[in-house]
């Protein structure tokens, strides 16, 4: 079993900057694949981006692309979105989601564990 939990979000106004990281409890981190998905009132749910167990595959929704970095810690059993440039419709709960499988993929129905969201605002 996997818990996670998220934690970063805040306020900015568009243009800033924000860093979520996620963080994993058990021994068996890397075997994981790990994204971030998102969601706003009234949205479906949105895959943001994911990264394999390794680290060496990573895959981002085209609405993120040059903005957004994911990246991961294995050693301290975390995962980190780096939130670039930010736009009002990055508005949004972020939550970061675990996958048996080692490559990551963009449909929220493969993941297996779920942490329980931080709140990113972007002001315009």
């Known amino acids: 079993q996997v818990q996670l939990v998220e934690s970063g979000g805040g306020l900015v106004q568009a243009g800033g900057s924000l860093r979520l990281s996620c963080a994993a409890s058990?021994?068996?981190?890397?075997?994981?694949?790990m994204g971030w998905f998102r969601q706003a009132p009234g949205k479906e749910r949105e895959f943001v981006a994911a990264?394999?167990?390794?680290?060496?595959?990573?895959y981002y929704a085209d609405s993120v692309k040059g903005r957004f970095t994911i990246s991961r810690d294995n050693a301290k059993n975390m995962v980190y979105l780096q939130m670039n440039s930010l736009k009002p419709e990055d508005t949004a709960v972020y939550y970061c989601?675990?996958?048996?499988?080692?490559?990551?993929?963009?449909?929220?129905?493969?993941?297996?564990?779920w942490g329980q969201g931080t709140q990113v605002t972007v002001s315009s």
């Open positions: 990264i394999s167990g390794s680290g060496g595959r990573i």
């Open positions: 989601a675990a996958d048996h499988g080692d490559i990551g993929t963009s449909d929220y129905r493969d993941y297996d564990y």
């Open positions: 058990g021994r068996t981190f890397s075997s994981y694949a």
